[in-house]
């Protein structure tokens, strides 16, 4: 069965994409907990990080890397926070790995 990304990534659930290539693709949260609040999610179902493989080593970076496009994109490279819930005792509520990029208000340490 599809993830609910999966089915943002086939066009099945509508998603305000802004970016897209091969591997990956980022949408804005439906629920953001910030001015800016984007996911980026590899095309490729891993369910979590921890669930990644060492032959996923090129997608993990093209992630990271992605991230830097994008920030760079939205003018917010300067202060952003980079999040990926791992497990639902962490807050992972969908299993397809993703990364949360927030930006646009103070973030504390720790966080909560
Ligand atoms: P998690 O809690 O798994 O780290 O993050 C899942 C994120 O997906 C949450 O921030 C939630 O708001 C977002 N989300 C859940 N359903 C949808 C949806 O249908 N569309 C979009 N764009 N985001 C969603």
């Not at 897209?20 to 984007?38: M, R």
């Not at 590899?42 to 669930?51: E, G, M, N, S």
């Not at 003018?75 to 993703?98: C, M, P, S, W």
Request: with cysteine.
């Amino acid at each position: 069965m599809k993830t609910l990304f999966e089915k943002i990534i086939d066009r099945e659930i509508p998603a305000h994409i802004i970016y897209e290539d091969e591997f990956c693709l980022a949408f804005h949260d439906i629920h953001p907990q910030a001015p800016t609040h984007i996911l980026l999610i590899p095309k490729k179902p891993i369910a979590k990080l921890a669930d990644a493989q060492a032959n996923d080593q090129l997608l993990l970076g093209h992630l990271l890397m992605t991230v830097n496009k994008i920030t760079q994109d939205l003018e917010i490279a300067d202060a952003f926070r980079l999040v990926i819930n791992n497990g639902a005792k962490a807050g992972q509520t969908v299993f397809h790995l993703h990364l949360h990029i927030l930006s646009g208000r103070p973030f504390h340490w720790p966080p909560g």
